[in-house]
């Protein structure tokens, strides 16, 4: 089983940055290996869980969703375990709790929320305008 758990949520003003930090264990997590990946996911109030990034183990690929291209960015460190989002350029729509979500590799893509197998409990965010 993954475990996950998320840090670096908080309260920022419109435009400013933040960094959010995932840090994985478990005997399942092939962090780095060669399938899967880790994602992040928000959830709005009232809303649907939401793609914002993601990145593959086999070829370092990141993807994001329009919302956020150019602004956010994932990345990783396998020393580690952790993977990050550095986000800049914050607006009020931002505001969500971000989660982490293991993509064991297998099935639906990688920007698809089926696809996930294991979630962390999450961290708010808050952008005041």
């Known amino acids: 089983q993954v475990q996950l758990v998320e840090s670096g949520g908080g309260l920022v003003q419109a435009g400013g940055s933040l960094r959010l930090s995932c840090a994985a264990s478990g005997r399942t997590c092939r962090f780095g290996g060669l399938v899967g990946g880790l994602g992040w996911f928000r959830q709005a109030p009232g809303k649907e869980r939401e793609f914002v990034a993601t990145i593959r183990w086999s070829d370092d690929n990141a993807y994001y969703s329009e919302s956020v291209k150019g602004r956010f960015s994932i990345s990783r460190d396998n020393a580690k375990n952790t993977v990050y989002l550095q986000m800049h350029s914050l607006k009020p729509e931002d505001t969500a709790i971000y989660y982490c979500?293991?993509?064991?590799?297998?099935?639906?893509?990688?920007?698809?929320?089926?696809?996930?197998?294991?979630w962390g409990p999450g961290t708010q965010v808050t952008v005041s305008s």
């Open positions: 979500g293991h993509h064991p590799g297998a099935r639906y893509s990688f920007t698809d929320l089926r696809g996930y197998d294991a």
